[in-house]
Structures are given as C-alpha cells and as structure tokens.
T-cell receptor, first 116, second 110 residues
C-alpha cells in the first residue's frame, strides 16, 4: 500500500506570493492533518480535515487555509507569503479522526517551502 | 491544553551503548503519549504509543518507553543503539491534535 505522498517536495517563492501544497493520503484514510515544522517553533498543528470538512484548527492566521476533496486528497494554501512561512510542511493521514488517539497518523515526507 | 517537554535537545551516544530520551508532559485528564522518529529529509514515523494498560510499551526497532503517571514522564530507551538510529526524536501528546515536544537529536558515533 502506498504511503502518504506530498507534492511538490521543494518549493521556492517570494514574499507576497501564494502557494498551494498537495497531500494524497493512504488509500482508505479519510482524515488529513497538516503540520508546520520550523527550527524555531518546532512542529505545530495547522488543521485537520475529515470527510471534506475542517474538524480542528491550530493557532495560525487566516492566510493559512486548506480543503479536502471527495477522494480525501487535501490541499493547503498560504496566501501573501512572509519570510517566516519558510518551513517544512508535513501532512499526515489516518483512518478516522486524529483526535481519537486510536487512529494512528501516518506522515508524508513533507514539502520544503522557502520564501525569499 | 496539554504540553510536552523534552529535557535534552541533543544526545550523543556511542554505537552499542544504551540511550534514554527524556519526556515530561503536563496533563489534565486522560493521556495518550507517542514517540516519533524523523530521519533526515523524511517525515515522521511512529515508534510507539501509550494509550492505556501496561506502563511499559515496546515499539519498533528495539525501542521501549515507560509511562510514569506520578512523575508525568514518558521516557524512551534503547539498550543498544546502532549508527542507523541517528535521527531526531519527538515526544507527543494527543489533545484533539498532536502536540509535539521540541525534539531530541540523537547522534550515534562508532
């Protein structure tokens, strides 16, 4: 069974631009969660989608948004990029809602975003 | 909200020596704890988890962890490390989302 895939793996943008990252979960998984990883702030939860609905959200500004499609694939969008948005963005999928700890989250390799 | 503190940011260790990575958590009620490993340029992989039951949890690659409720700790151990265990290790708690510690970088030297 294929793992979680994320595209692109690397991305370079300039301040003020917007970016869209994509995540394809493991087949059969219905939940997709997004995390931001930076050297300064560590791993931080962005949001979780389940059955095309956002179920949980972290403390990030509205410039960060996402959506989930009927096939459970998810996209994350960041508008008006800032230098501080440079990070590794990780996607994780699980069978059920991540808030239920019995649903193990499987992580993708991440998208490395650099904002210049 | 629950939080996680990893007490060591870097742990150098010689090959075949034991290693212990320390993790403390703050908790209100139920606690679900996890250890993840991240190899360079890769995502996170689950090593083990504590949900309930036995306080000694065994995971993959020879790792184990002990849940200690009175000390609010969930330390990770491996009796004999290998060069391939060089990675970053994260302790996490599930509070409707995964909240991670700052990570511990383990460097195994020959």
């Amino acid at each position: 069974k294929a793992g979680v895939t994320q595209t692109p793996r690397y991305l370079i943008k300039t301040r003020g631009q917007q970016v869209t990252l994509s995540c394809s979960p493991i087949s059969g998984h219905r939940s997709v969660s997004w995390y931001q990883q930076t050297p300064g702030q560590g791993l931080q939860f962005l949001f979780e989608y389940f059955s095309e609905t956002q179920r949980n959200k972290g403390n990030f500004p509205g410039r960060f948004s996402g959506r989930q499609f009927s096939n459970s694939r998810s996209e994350m969008n960041v508008s008006t990029l800032e230098l501080g948005d440079s990070a590794l963005y990780l996607c994780a999928s699980s069978l059920g809602l991540a808030l239920s700890s019995y649903n193990e989250q499987f992580f993708g390799p991440g998208t490395r975003l650099t904002v210049l | 909200a629950q939080s996680v503190t990893q007490l060591d940011s870097q742990v150098p260790v010689f090959e075949e020596a034991p290693v212990e990575l320390r993790c403390n958590y703050s908790s209100s009620v139920s606690v679900y704890l996890f250890w993840y490993v991240q190899y360079p340029n890769q995502g996170l992989q689950l090593l083990l988890k504590y949900l309930s039951g036995s306080t000694l949890v065994k995971g993959i690659n020879g790792f184990e962890a002990e849940f200690n409720k009175s000390q609010t700790s969930f330390h990770l151990r491996k009796p004999s490390v290998h060069i391939s265990d060089t990675a970053e290790y994260f302790c996490a708690v599930n509070d409707y989302k995964l909240s991670f510690g700052a990570g511990t970088t383990v460097t195994v030297r020959a």
